[in-house]
């Protein structure tokens, strides 16, 4: 059974930082591309990185661009967004997600909150 347990999120200032962590169970973590997704209040739900199986191919929300990054370790079986200079516009409920390729649809983590604030 595919779990994604995500952890890191938190009440951080503006400008300030956040590491994300999703560790992952249940499947061939090395086979599935992963993703970060956030959902504010009111909001939908935006894709905000991608991170193919061999961690070469990165994408990323144009409004996150050089400030965000994925990374996965797949011995540990652990996919983490680092978050830099933090803005309000970012406090969200993150989600990890899991996707076997060719597949339409993933496995959903239960999401942590970040909330930028001062």
């Known amino acids: 059974q595919v779990q994604l347990v995500e952890s890191g999120g938190g009440l951080v200032q503006p400008g300030g930082s956040l590491t994300l962590s999703c560790a992952a169970s249940g499947f061939v973590f090395s086979n599935y591309i992963l993703r970060w997704y956030r959902q504010a209040p009111g909001k939908e739900r935006d894709m905000v990185a991608s991170i193919d199986t061999t961690g070469r191919r990165k994408n990323y929300l144009d409004s996150v661009k050089g400030r965000f990054t994925i990374s996965r370790e797949n011995a540990k079986k652990t996919v983490t967004l680092q978050m830099n200079s933090l803005k309000p516009e970012d406090t969200a409920v993150y989600y990890c997600?899991?996707?076997?390729?060719?597949?339409?649809?993933?496995?959903w983590g239960q999401g942590t909150q970040v909330t930028v604030s001062s």
């Open positions: 997600y899991a996707q076997y390729p060719g597949y339409s649809t993933g496995s």
